[in-house]
């Protein structure tokens, strides 16, 4: 109820205010117009009455004030015009003072000032001297801080700089310097009592109203900024450490906060960097409640930023030992403010790495200094459950990996897995991933197994569990997490097999710590890592190659307490065909007798049967390795699961295709012509069976297409040359498939039609070919 | 007449029919990921119909797959993440029949006489198969059959030197014309090849 009275009050007294300076505004233009210069004083005078209120917030009062402005801008002209026409101004700046009130007087007087100035009767420094210290007559804050302010704008464009009209003597750009500095420093008394006025339950509105005043103040530092006479010499003896002095003893929060900030914005970096000693010293003597982190933070970004414009700024960034300075600072700032929340500390640390990173890239040990340091201000905490803080830091650790873009140096600063210690899993794993996904951008290539180890210190967040109890993940984010470890085992080589090996142990050792649930998406990639690496197979007169056999031996092992018996089979198998290739006939030997081991013991089911079978009859038709008695063994082997699979056309088709084990096309010593004979028999009466089955169960024989098939298996054959597969064998199967398919019993289909319509073209078209080919085939009658 | 209709009809005979064949990508097991140059080649919008003869391996890349095309045919890899693609399967775009198999089941691997039953047995005159990560085109009496060899250029124990490949295929009536595109010590290399089918008869010459 209270407030919105105060509101509407306020609205009142300033639609007032309006009225009473716009009424006397009107009388004083007509006393201009009739050159009225008693008039235009006494109207004048009374339209800055309205100034005089207590009553209006600064909001308000600004309104107030802005028309002022512009009607005195009118009162300015005609003073010149007055002088033109023979008054003396001299005569103008004493008439002036006669106004009864203080306060229109010195507007006045301010006015008159600036024509003064204008009229060069008398140097600027003098007038701009008188005018300063008569200011000192308004001691309210409110109407101090705005009349001030006025006389900054009208003296503006009239301070004596170099090259401007107002030179006067050699120390020109003192009396300048001089009188802002004054204006500055009254002007920030006054706005700091603001503060200390009125009652305490009005506190928080006060320093909202102070927030709305602080430009005014600023203004002052700006025009500094503007001042051309000013070098780097004037800016460290005079400049600075005055407008610090008032900074540090004002004592007030709100001020120095913005003070500092307006400092490191308004003059130039080149000036900071040669004045970091004394600006940096005055940081610890400032309130603590002082929020000195973005204050530093800004400084630091504003000089990384310098420092990347440019590389002929560098130098100097050494020359002024730019890092050591910040470093101590934030040091010191964080011991001073002890009630620094952690992100705080966290977020100067990466601002000064920030820093670190831009000037100087190539001093990794400063980059891990900054980061000894972060981590010694987290040991007094423990682990971070602080999202803030925590943000801060996946920010300060993913600096240097953008910057550098290569992992390989980030592996080298001895504090980066340090820090990470100091986070909780989650951010752990997102760290990690982070780590994972700048590799994988920058195809960094990790190329020993020293930098492999550091790289899995620093994931290990997703390579095992890190707590005893772990979170409960989400299926796919799992499924992600383990994909990325899989895609950034493809980066870890070296063409050197000596090394490689020492990085696939490596590896290995590490993925092995991952349970069960990780290892399906971990040991696939390693072991193809170390298949795929030609030298280190195929390295003669090494022991290498038996070493990596035997490493992944092991390493497929482990899944078996996945257990995931089918990708052990597919992988065990792999690793016999590098055998193969390598000429190792045990290593061979043992890897098909674990896929065996694998596929009695570990794989019911019918569909997984049939695929294992494809790749283990398929491997094995390429094994040229091994011996007859290991060949005979495998193949018996291979043939016996191939029958006994349950389907019987499933059975048929294994049967058949275990022909191919026993003629290598290659090798005329693998043409075994009887037994691939004895396999199509076999699997011909196992498509008989199933004939005969379908009749009983279901009244009509089933389809003839495995005979279709077992036909083209022979036509294979005999084009080979198989002697066993003859023109008469070919023509009785011929004649059985069609009465089958002629025979009543039998329902028509247009599968089996078609494929053995295809086959018996086939037939044609290879008698048309002519020559022995032709020839042969010349004898099937179709 | 209506003249616009007209115009409809000639428009509507000018479309392409762009079949993407690949395959045996083996993502993540053996490599990372598509080669950067196939990957830009590869824009949602510009092809019908996607071929994969299988091991892919992970649904990631299935989605990335469908997001360059909704129509996607896939058949089973023995590595493949998902258990619930087919062995085999056949589809009929314009006037082609096609096959799709992965490969491993045809034994001996990568034999064309062998590969040409399959054929026969799917009554198809284009079947494309994989496994062996080699691009072949082959040509015979009964059809054609087309390896687009590995999209990745993964690691296979069955071929020495394997060099990234894919294969584009462009279906105009009885025409098709094989684009294979193969990266080729950091180069991408095309090169096409004619076939055309007899209408009446099912074999493709």
Same mark, same amino acid.
């Given at each position: 109820m209270m407030i919105t009275d105060g509101v509407e009050d306020e609205e009142k007294w300033l639609a007032a205010g309006i009225a009473g300076l716009q009424q006397n505004a009107f009388y004083m233009h007509r006393a201009l117009d009739s050159n009225n210069l008693k008039d235009a004083l006494k109207y004048s005078a009374q339209m800055l009455s309205e100034l005089r209120t207590s009553r209006l917030s600064p909001h308000k009062y600004y309104e107030?004030?802005?028309?002022?402005?512009?009607?005195?801008?009118?009162?300015?002209?005609?003073?010149?015009?007055?002088?033109?026409?023979?008054?003396?101004?001299?005569?103008?700046?004493?008439?002036?003072?006669?106004?009864?009130?203080? &306060?229109?007087?010195? $507007?006045?007087?301010?006015?008159?000032?600036?024509?003064?100035?204008?009229?060069?009767?008398?140097?600027?420094?003098?007038?701009?001297?008188?005018?300063?210290?008569?200011?000192?007559?308004?001691?309210?804050?409110?109407r101090g801080l705005f009349l001030r302010s006025y006389l900054a704008q009208v003296s503006r464009d009239k301070l004596p700089d170099i090259g401007s009209e107002y030179e006067g003597d050699p120390d020109i750009v003192t009396d300048a310097v001089e009188f802002v500095l004054q204006n500055f420093t009254e002007m920030n008394k006054l706005w700091v009592r603001m503060h200390h006025q009125g009652p305490q339950r009005d506190k928080e509105k006060r320093e909202k109203e102070r927030n709305e005043l602080r430009d005014l103040v600023g203004k002052n530092l700006h025009v500094l900024g503007q001042i051309e006479g000013i070098d780097l010499d004037m800016y460290k003896d005079t400049v600075l450490p005055r407008v610090l002095e008032q900074v540090v003893n004002c004592k007030d929060e709100l001020a120095q906060y913005y003070l500092m900030d307006c400092i490191i914005q308004v003059f130039p970096d080149e000036y900071h960097l040669q004045t970091l000693e004394t600006l940096l010293g005055a940081c610890p003597q400032?309130?603590?409640?002082?929020?000195?982190?973005?204050?530093?933070?800004?400084?630091?970004?504003?000089?990384?930023? $310098?420092?990347?414009?440019?590389?002929?700024?560098?130098?100097?960034?050494?020359?002024?030992?730019?890092?050591?300075?910040?470093?101590?600072?934030?040091?010191k700032v964080i011991e001073a403010q002890v009630d620094m929340p952690i992100f705080g500390a966290v977020m100067l640390y990466s601002s000064l790495l920030t820093f670190t990173l831009h000037v100087h890239p190539d001093r990794l040990d400063y980059v891990d200094?900054?980061?000894?340091?972060?981590?010694?201000?987290?040991?007094?905490?423990?682990?971070?459950?602080d999202s803030k803080a925590t943000k801060q830091i996946v920010s300060l650790l993913s600096a240097p990996l953008d910057k550098y873009n290569d992992v390989v140096t980030a592996l080298k600063l001895s504090n980066y897995p340090r820090v990470m210690d100091y986070l909780n899993d989650k951010t752990n794993k997102v760290m990690a991933t982070i780590i994972i996904q700048s590799i994988m951008k920058n195809e960094t290539r990790i190329s020993t197994a020293d930098k492999v180890e550091a790289l899995f210190e620093l994931i290990k967040g997703l390579i095992k569990d890190l707590d005893v109890t772990p979170d409960e993940i989400d299926e796919e984010d799992f499924k992600e997490e383990q994909n990325s470890v899989a895609r950034l085992i493809q980066m870890l080589y070296n063409d050197e097999p000596e090394e490689m090996l020492k990085i696939i142990c490596t590896v290995r050792k590490h993925i092995l710590t991952g349970g069960p649930k990780r290892l399906p998406f971990t040991v696939p990639p390693l072991v193809f890592a170390s298949l795929k690496n030609d030298d280190l197979v195929e390295e003669e007169a090494s022991t290498t190659p038996n070493k990596i056999f035997q490493i992944l031996n092991q390493t497929i092992e482990a899944l078996s307490d996945v257990p995931v018996p089918e990708l052990a089979l597919w992988l065990y198998l792999e690793c016999a065909e590098a055998a193969n290739d390598c000429d190792l006939e045990p290593v061979a030997y043992e890897f098909f007798t674990q896929a065996y081991i694998l596929y009695e013991e570990e794989i019911a089911d019918s569909k997984a049967q049939i695929t294992a079978l494809? &790749?283990?009859?398929?491997?094995?038709?390429?094994?040229?390795?091994?011996?007859?008695?290991?060949?005979d063994t495998l193949t018996h082997k291979a043939t016996g699961y191939s029958a006994k699979l349950l389907k019987k056309p499933d059975q048929c088709r294994a049967v058949y295709s275990c022909s191919h084990l026993f003629w290598n096309d290659e090798r005329d010593s693998m043409k075994d012509g009887e037994r691939v004979m004895l396999c199509l028999k076999r699997a011909l009466r196992i498509a008989n069976a199933a004939q005969q089955m379908s009749n009983a169960t279901r009244g009509s024989s089933g389809s003839v297409v495995l005979f279709i098939e077992i036909l083209n298996k022979y036509l294979y054959f005999f084009e080979k040359g198989n002697p066993q597969v003859n023109v008469a064998a070919v023509q009785s199967l011929i004649e059985l498939i069609t009465t089958e398919m002629q025979s009543e019993s039998s329902a028509t289909d247009p599968v089996a039609n078609a494929f053995f319509a295809s086959t018996l073209r086939y037939i044609q078209f290879q008698k048309q070919k002519g020559g022995t080919l032709g020839e042969k085939y010349e004898a099937i009658k179709v | 007449i209506d003249f616009a209709k007209e115009g409809e009809l000639e428009q509507k005979k000018m479309v392409l029919v762009l079949v993407l064949a690949l395959g045996d990508l083996h993502i993540p097991h053996r490599v990372a990921d598509l080669p950067p140059k196939f990957k830009s080649m590869l824009v949602p919008g510009k092809i019908q119909h996607i071929i994969c003869t299988g091991n892919l391996c992970i649904k990631e890349v299935y989605d990335y797959l469908k997001s360059l095309c909704p129509d996607m045919h896939v058949t089973r890899g023995e590595y493949d993440e998902d258990p619930r693609y087919l062995e085999t399967k056949t589809l009929t775009i314009d006037q082609f029949k096609l096959g799709v198999c992965h490969g491993h089941q045809v034994i001996p691997w990568g034999d064309l006489d062998s590969l040409a039953m399959l054929q026969k047995q799917l009554d198809v005159d284009i079947l494309v198969t994989g496994h062996t990560h080699q691009f072949k085109a082959y040509k015979h009496e009964g059809g054609v059959v087309i390896n687009p060899g590995s999209a990745t250029g993964a690691y296979s124990s069955l071929t020495y030197e394997v060099n990234p490949s894919f294969v584009l295929m462009d279906i105009d009536g009885l025409r098709v014309v094989v684009y294979v595109y193969e990266l080729i010590d950091g180069e991408v290399k095309v090169d096409k090849i004619d076939f055309k089918k007899i209408a009446t008869t099912h074999s493709t010459h």
């Open positions: 107030l004030y802005m028309r002022a402005f512009d009607e005195l801008r009118k009162l300015e002209m005609f003073f010149k015009e007055e002088t033109r026409r023979g008054c003396s101004i001299v005569d103008l700046y004493e008439l002036v003072q006669h106004a009864g009130n203080i &306060l229109p007087r010195l $507007y006045l007087l301010c006015t008159v000032g600036s024509v003064y100035i204008k009229s060069k009767e008398a140097p600027a420094k003098d007038v701009l001297k008188d005018l300063v210290e008569m200011c000192r007559g308004i001691q309210h804050p409110v400032l309130q603590p409640s002082v929020d000195m982190k973005t204050v530093l933070s800004r400084l630091m970004e504003r000089l990384s930023n $310098y420092a990347a414009s440019s590389t002929e700024v560098l130098p100097e960034f050494l020359q002024v030992e730019a890092f050591a300075k910040f470093n101590n600072a934030i040091g200094q900054v980061l000894g340091a972060c981590v010694k201000k987290l040991s007094e905490n423990g682990k971070l459950e494809h &790749l283990i009859i398929g491997t094995l038709q390429r094994m040229h390795v091994f011996g007859v008695e290991n060949r | -």
